[in-house]
């Protein structure tokens, strides 16, 4: 008989056998007339310009770096959150295990905390806000109360 | 036994292609199968939580990362300086380098006669053991780690200063 | 087991045809319309005509883009989707696990972060600059929102102590091994462990569960890519986000592994805080009613009765995420970022030391 992971294999090989077979039979029945057209990039009907290379912001780059941190933070939680409250470790220390254990993992997220404060204060956690452009056009509305509505939602 | 055989081979393989394929881009896809094969070591190994942590570390959060810069350095555009003989040559001399340190430590390595069966534990790969372990008679690393992620996260935010004024994707 | 990885293939099979055709009526019924009339009774088969439509359609790749990722890239997210479902227990007993693997919850949570290779590599490869936009944002939200989704899912872990999504089902039920006390709370003493029922569901075991919950259903509408967070796919400014090169089956590969994601994430949910595959209904006296909706365990109706909990719960949540995507607006970027990092972010890490001090009040 497999194993449990032989059955998480199963399940892997068998979701690759399934999308081979879908596309397989795809293939079959649809048809297949390229023109110059259908094979250039979308880009709203338009010629595309260029290629995508865009640069992208560094702010997804520390957002991908401090997702990392936490990450590894939460593969350390986890063999902790599965020890922790053990009942027969608990009844034979009076509990000290486990509060033993809580300290110790209450100084590793306070540190980790620490680091997620300096950002947010550092502003990193903040995305760039959209400009709010000021109207320019006759209303009987008065301009104030769009600039509260402004204030109230930005 | 054969499937260690088959495992071990298309571990060899992908990561060749990671050093072989002309595509940045290839190589990341390559090395996240290559975590992968990697992975599936640890599970014959009975290490469960070491294979799901590999998975979620270095093929899920680190390729991302890496992808990320990768995006970020423009690479399409190729730029045809970067390959010069020099670089080459570097290259070559730094790799060779460390085939031989690897070469020199391993050498003298005695692999024994296999796992001794009275101190085998099939479960000590096993989340529970691990815990247990670390957070008993490892207190002072663990708690170790905890600054080097500070540090690491005051780092990235060095990093990423922002000019002001500006205005991007 | 070969039972649970067939169930589960029909399941996702039948999930895309059941949802899209309950997300359409469901949108309709919300603003007034009548969805689809047209194919069949009530436009019933509507669903088969779509299937018939998307693989009739051509397959289209762009010259421009980079062939082979293209073509893998939504296999991929298949493959990651449908792998997360080999731990979770549709029902009592072990024909109903794919895999009883002893990491199980944190072997999903692993799998399912695969899926943003995938986005990146569809976004990268189609060579677009809406698709490699659309990407970005996706992977950003994603690695953004499974931050506070981890967290919640460790509170649960840290009450249960126990990766095995079965056991953490089993310990919120009568067929409970444990001793089960009115919100876990040991020094009450009211043992509600054969009234079972909602009382020793994990949301009452930890009365602020109920917090840590909506934390989780608004990190799982952020993985899914839905609305309000459907930031990614922004029909108004990004086209199709990732999958706007898509055309035909593949893109129906692509749509079948977010309804996929869906169905996971909402029976994860039940799994980890509404009971599982147990009954709602306590036992009150002598009217057994938990015993009487839970079947004989091990058995043919214990293993039904679990079933059809399960994905009537399941069933109860998607239908929550549907109603989220037609009252709430989409976000903007800043307040998606301000959300995950500023409130869900600090919120689960107090959650998780309250769930520590908790688990030590319950034993």
Redesign the interface.
Known sequence: MLS??G??L???I???V???V??F???L??????NVE???????GEE?DG??N?R?NIR?YV??L??VL??LE?VF??PW???????TL??STD?LW??FA?VE??IF?GIL?LG?AYA?IKGH??????EVQEPQFKSPVPISKYEAINKKYS | MQFWYFLTALTLISALMVVLSK?P??SV?YL?FTFFCISGHYVLLNA??L???N??VY???I??LF??VI?MLDLRRNSPDSKTNLTKLAGAVVGGTVLVIFIAATRKINLGTGADNAFYNSQTG??ENLGQILYRNYLLPFELVSILFFVAMVGAVMLGKREAGERN? | ??VA?LI??SLVLANVVIGVYTERKVSAFMQDRLGPMVVGKYGSLQLIADLVK?????????????KW?FLAA??MI??AI??G???IPLGPGEYLQ??????GV??L???V??D??GV??AG??????????GA?RS??QI??Y??PL??SV?CV???S???NLQEISTQQGIFSGHDNYLFGLKSLGIDVTQVGGFLTWNIFRVPFFLGVFIIFFIASLAECNRAPFDLPEAESEL?GGFH??YS???W??IFLSEYGMMLLVSVLGVILFLGGWNSPFPNIGSVKLANWTSGEPGSWSGAIWGFVWLLAKAYMLIFVQMWVRWTFPRL???Q???LT??VL??FS?LA??LS??W??L??
């Open positions: 449990e992971f059955y998480i199963l399940f892997i068998t979701a690759i399934f999308t081979a879908i596309l039979v795809a293939k029945l649809r048809p297949n007339r390229p259908k094979l250039t990039t979308y880009e709203s595309p290629n995508a865009v992208f997804f957002i991908a401090l997702f936490f990450d939460l939680l986890f959150a599965t020890v922790f409250g053990n009942e608990n009844n509990g486990g509060w809580i993992m209450f997220v905390i997620l947010w956690l903040d995305w760039v806000r959209p | 595509n881009i290839h896809l996240v469960q939580f294979m799901a942590v998975i979620i093929a899920g959060a390729m991302v992808l990320f995006m096993m989340v994707f | 087991m070969f990885l589960c293939l998307l693989l009739l359609k051509e397959d289209i790749v762009p010259k421009l883009a980079d990722l939504p296999c298949f493959v449908f792998a479902f080999a731990v794919g895999s009883q693997a002893q990491i944190f072997y949570l692993a799998i972060s695969i943003i290779i990146l590599m990268w490869s189609s060579n677009n600059k809406y698709s490699l936009l970005m992977v950003a690695v953004s499974e931050i981890g967290l460790l872990v840290m009450v102590q126990t990766l086209v706007t090169e035909g089956m593949r129906a590969l903007r970027v800043d998606l970022m301000y990092w500023k972010t600090p890490i998780v030391f520590a001090i688990r030590m319950m034993i």
